[in-house]
């Protein structure tokens, strides 16, 4: 099984990335989705996740309104659409398949 994170980079305050998770191995419209991240010297935290086929999806509250996350299951892919960045939200992004498998995680860094 292999989870391949792409998408993160450098962005100021209030702009937005999208973040890709592509996914291989595994049959992957079972699975349950999830987006984490890691912050230098925190613990790594539970962002968003989506359900197999994409009908449910649930945030963290300090993310909720911002963070969308969806996939494509033609595309074994799952996305994180993450709108009015804060410098808050600066750290190792991680996808997350089936509370199981881990990608390598994505750098996302929001400053001036």
């Known amino acids: 099984v292999q989870l391949v994170e792409s998408g993160g980079g450098l962005v100021q305050p209030g702009e937005s990335l999208r973040l890709s998770c592509v996914a291989s191995?595994?049959?992957?419209?079972?699975?349950?989705m999830m987006w984490y991240r890691q912050a230098p010297g925190k613990e790594r935290e539970w962002v968003a996740g989506i359900n197999n086929i994409g009908s449910m999806t649930n945030y963290a509250d300090s993310v909720k309104g911002r963070f969308t996350i969806s996939r494509d299951n033609a595309k074994n892919t799952v996305y994180l659409q993450m709108n009015s960045l804060k410098p808050e939200d600066t750290a190792v992004y991680y996808c997350?398949?089936?509370?199981?498998?881990w990608g390598q995680g994505t750098q996302v860094t929001v400053s001036t």
């Open positions: 191995g595994l049959t992957f419209n079972i699975y349950g």
């Open positions: 997350n398949a089936g509370a199981r498998y």
